[in-house]
C-alpha cells in the first residue's frame, strides 16, 4: 500500500482510509455503467439502428432533466449517503424490468434502456461528487477530485473489459 502513497503523495495520511472508499466508489461505479452503457448501446443499435438515435437523444435528454429535477426536490429532504444508496437502488429497480423486457424481444426496451443509462450517468455520478466533497474539506477537495477522476477512468477500463470479455459468451442482454 505504501507504493500507492508515493504515486498519490496528494492523499494525506488522515484522508487515506477516505480516499480507498471513494475511489472505490468512484471506479465501481464507473465500471458497472461502463458495462450497462455498452448492453444498452449494442442493443439499441442492432435492434433499432443508428437512425433511432437522434430521437433517442432528445426523449434522454427530456427524461434526464425530469429525473434531475426529482433529484433536486429529493436531494433537499435527505442526507447524500442516503439519497446515493436510494438512487443506487432506483437504477437497479428500473433496470431488472427493462432487462427482462429486452431478453424477450421487446420493441421498446432498448430505447428505454439507454435512456435510462444515460440519465442513470448524469445523476449518479454528479451525486457521487456531491457526495465525495461532503467527506473532504475544500483544500483536500482539490488535491484529491483529479485522483477520483482517474479511479472513474480506471473503472470504465475495467467495464470495457469485462465487457469485451462476457460478451463474448452471454448475449448483450445478459449485461444490463
Not at 85 to 111: D, N
Not at 129 to 148: H, I, M, N, Q
Amino acid at each position: 500500500m505504501e507504493i500507492l502513497w508515493r504515486i498519490v503523495p496528494a492523499v494525506r495520511p488522515a484522508e487515506r482510509e477516505r480516499f480507498l472508499l471513494f475511489g472505490a466508489l468512484h471506479a465501481a461505479l464507473a465500471l458497472a455503467m461502463t458495462v450497462g452503457l455498452t448492453a444498452a448501446e449494442s442493443l439499441f443499435l442492432s435492434r433499432l439502428g443508428a437512425g433511432a438515435l437522434p430521437t433517442t437523444f432528445v426523449l434522454a435528454s427530456v427524461l434526464t432533466t425530469a429525473a434531475s429535477l426529482l433529484y433536486a426536490i429529493r436531494l433537499g429532504q435527505a442526507h447524500n449517503d442516503r439519497v446515493f444508496a436510494e438512487l443506487l437502488g432506483i437504477a437497479a429497480i428500473l433496470s431488472a424490468p427493462l432487462a427482462v423486457a429486452a431478453w424477450r424481444g421487446s420493441a421498446s426496451a432498448p430505447m428505454a434502456l439507454l435512456c435510462l443509462q444515460i440519465a442513470a450517468q448524469a445523476i449518479l455520478f454528479n451525486h457521487l461528487s456531491e457526495l465525495t466533497g461532503d467527506c473532504f474539506d475544500r483544500l483536500a477537495s482539490k488535491r484529491v477530485t483529479p485522483l477520483f477522476t482517474a479511479a472513474l477512468s480506471l473503472g470504465a477500463a475495467a467495464g470495457g473489459a469485462l465487457s469485451v470479455a462476457l460478451s463474448r459468451r452471454l448475449p448483450a442482454e445478459a449485461l444490463v
